[in-house]
């Protein structure tokens, strides 16, 4: 079974410059989040789907981020304009509905961006 | 708000030797997650603990919860070098729709 895929792997821009990140869920998986996880802490969520609606985006900074799961399979999460402190790694992680399995995440690789 | 605290957060181990990672959240729960994280990689799923009192166990691994002291442990068993990474675990409460919370990650090292 394929796992989540996320691109790109790396990306640097600077600041005030846009960004955007791909992501493609486990298949039949109906909930994909993402997660930003700046050097040295635990991820923290920023965004969390089910299908094609927003479950919870409280964390996400909405002035400059902004997320889409158009048809309730890839997701895209966009930085504009980016700031320093967007420096991190952006996880994206899905898992089937709830009362399917037992709630695990499943992880991508991540997306590294540096901002300069 | 919940609160996910490990302890400790940087743990340096020579080989062969025995040691325990705390997790202590804050409201109630009933299911939390142990992942392992290489460096540059993702988390991988190590244990699911779905109940008070639930023991996994995995090589030399073993993590267990007790949710009415709101407290999981990871103990690690004659610990070898491969074993060096970065350890979270993760909260969910029931009234989330299953977002996790993470602890801030324990650094371990194991020497020879």
């Known amino acids: 079974e394929a796992g989540v895929a996320q691109s790109p792997r790396y990306k640097i821009i600077e600041k005030r410059q846009s960004v955007a990140f791909w992501c493609n869920p486990i298949?039949?998986?109906?909930?994909l989040y993402w997660y930003q996880q700046i050097l040295g802490q635990g991820p923290k969520l920023l965004i969390q789907f089910q299908n094609n609606g927003v479950v919870d985006d409280s964390q996400l900074p909405k002035d400059r981020f902004s997320a889409e799961r158009l048809k309730g399979v890839d997701s895209t999460l966009k930085i504009q304009p980016a700031k320093l402190e967007d420096s991190a790694v952006y996880l994206c992680a899905s898992r089937p509905l709830r009362g399917r399995g037992t709630g695990e995440l499943f992880f991508g690789e991540g997306s590294r961006l540096t901002v300069l | 708000e919940l609160k996910v605290e490990q302890n400790p957060l940087f743990l340096s181990m020579q080989e062969g030797k025995n040691y325990t990672i705390y997790c202590n959240y804050s409201t109630t729960s009933d299911r939390l997650y142990w992942y392992r994280q290489d460096p540059g990689k993702s988390l991988e799923s190590l244990f699911v603990?779905?109940?008070?009192?639930a023991v996994k166990q995995e090589g030399r691994l073993m993590a267990s919860l007790d949710t009415k002291a709101r407290l999981s442990t990871l103990h690690i068993t004659a610990a070898v070098h491969d074993l060096s990474a970065t350890y979270f675990c993760a909260v969910v409460r029931s009234t989330s729709y299953g977002k996790l919370t993470f602890g801030q990650g324990t650094i371990l090292t194991v020497h020879p």
């Open positions: 298949s039949g998986h109906a909930t």
């Open positions: 603990l779905l109940s008070n009192g």
